[in-house]
């Protein structure tokens, strides 16, 4: 497998994985449907409280710290946003 290959592999589990835990802890069961790139926000898939919970979910997780400053939409309003920034945390 190729480098480029394999992190595409990474970054799709990592979408997977998020899907999952939002599906369960926001949606209920619902089946409420979004694209990898559609924002949480704009889809109110999730609020303030549902966001920090997310950050929890995603240190716990993969090992990371997500700092203050790095709670912004371009890290963390889609599975998009959260596949790159996660990848980005753990090559650091």
Request: a negative charge.
């Amino acid at each position: 497998m190729t480098p480029v290959a394999a992190l595409e592999t990474f970054m799709q589990a990592i979408k997977s994985t998020v899907r999952q835990y939002i599906h369960e802890n926001f949606l209920m069961g619902a089946a409420d449907a979004y694209g990898d790139g559609d924002s949480f926000m704009d889809a109110q898939l999730l609020d303030s409280t549902g966001f920090l919970e997310l950050v929890q979910f995603l240190e716990e997780t993969y090992g990371i710290k997500v700092e203050d400053a790095e709670m912004m939409p371009d890290n963390l309003d889609s599975l998009d946003a959260i596949a790159r920034f996660v990848t980005r945390k753990q090559a650091a």
